[in-house]
């Protein structure tokens, strides 16, 4: 026989256990809600048309740049080399693939079931700092990749690509539009406990909105010509809800530090 004490507190147990219960419930229930009424108002057409522009807009700028390379190599120096306009073709073909690719990513990302497939994190830096590189180079802006564990994660590709190249956009922006001196990029790639983690930390002074989590929101943009707000709302998305990850930001001493963590796949 258990004595009234013991019964007690195995109750008062039972009810915490409850209580928790319930608040994830709801919590589960909250977020739900919320992912519905945010991918039914995504779904429309022209939410659409601006996720794509978005996207776009990054390697639409690189294939200018790298034909107006080519002009400008012929109008001064007379001339380019056979090499020169190889390497032209196949930086415009990786471009315009990731274009195409961003089309079909969009259309099903929408489309439950599609095949994730295993990633290697530092090869998807590399493909996303590929497609930008022109641009760093173009501003001078540094980037230092610190590999400490390159682990696999399981996901879709190109949605992954996209939030890396997202964040590494913005940073550029805000390392152009601030005039920082000597801009850097600097990504390290490590696991911790179940997860890997990617953080990306630059130098451009940081976030100046309060509070911080606020850059997350849709539409939310600040101080920028074209800016759409959607980025790190896209990608917050893929990462929380398509990953079952975490992406988080904060202000350190000379810039923002974007953090992303994913399960990591055995
Ligand atoms: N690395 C960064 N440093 C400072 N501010 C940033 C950084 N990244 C994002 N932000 C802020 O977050 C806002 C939202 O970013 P985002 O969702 O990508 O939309 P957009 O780039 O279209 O404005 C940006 O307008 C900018 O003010
Ligand atoms: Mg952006």
């Known amino acids: 026989m258990k004595s009234l004490e013991e019964e007690n507190l195995l109750l008062k147990e039972e009810i915490k256990t409850l209580k928790e219960k319930i608040s994830k419930e709801i919590e589960t229930n909250y977020r739900k809600d919320k992912l519905l009424f945010q991918q039914n108002k995504m779904a429309s057409m022209g939410e659409m048309l601006g996720n794509i522009t978005h996207q776009w807009r990054q390697p639409l700028m690189e294939l200018s740049s790298v034909t107006m390379e080519l002009q400008a190599k012929i109008e001064l120096l007379g001339g380019v080399s056979n090499e020169e306009i190889l390497e032209a073709i196949k930086k415009s073909n990786e471009l315009t693939k990731f274009m195409s690719q961003t089309i079909d990513d969009f259309r099903n990302f929408f489309v439950k079931d599609r095949e994730k497939i295993e990633l290697k994190v530092s090869e998807q830096i590399s493909a996303a700092i590929n497609i930008i590189n022109s641009s760093f180079k173009r501003n001078n802006i540094k980037v230092e990749i610190i590999v400490a564990k390159n682990s696999k994660i399981h996901g879709f590709r190109n949605e992954y690509c996209q939030v890396l190249i997202n964040i590494l956009s913005n940073a550029r922006q805000e390392l152009v539009s601030r005039n920082i001196k000597e801009p850097k990029i600097i990504i390290r790639i490590f696991e911790k406990d179940e997860y890997s983690i990617v953080e990306i ?48 930001v904060k202000n350190v001493e000379k810039g923002a530090k974007f953090i992303i963590a994913i399960p990591k796949s055995n």
């Open 201 to 248: 930390e630059d130098n451009a002074g940081g976030i100046k909105v309060e509070p911080i989590n606020k850059i997350f929101e849709p539409f939310f943009t600040k101080d920028k010509a074209n800016g759409t707000g959607m980025g790190l709302f896209m990608s917050k998305l893929i990462v929380e809800d398509n990953m079952q990850g975490k992406l988080l």
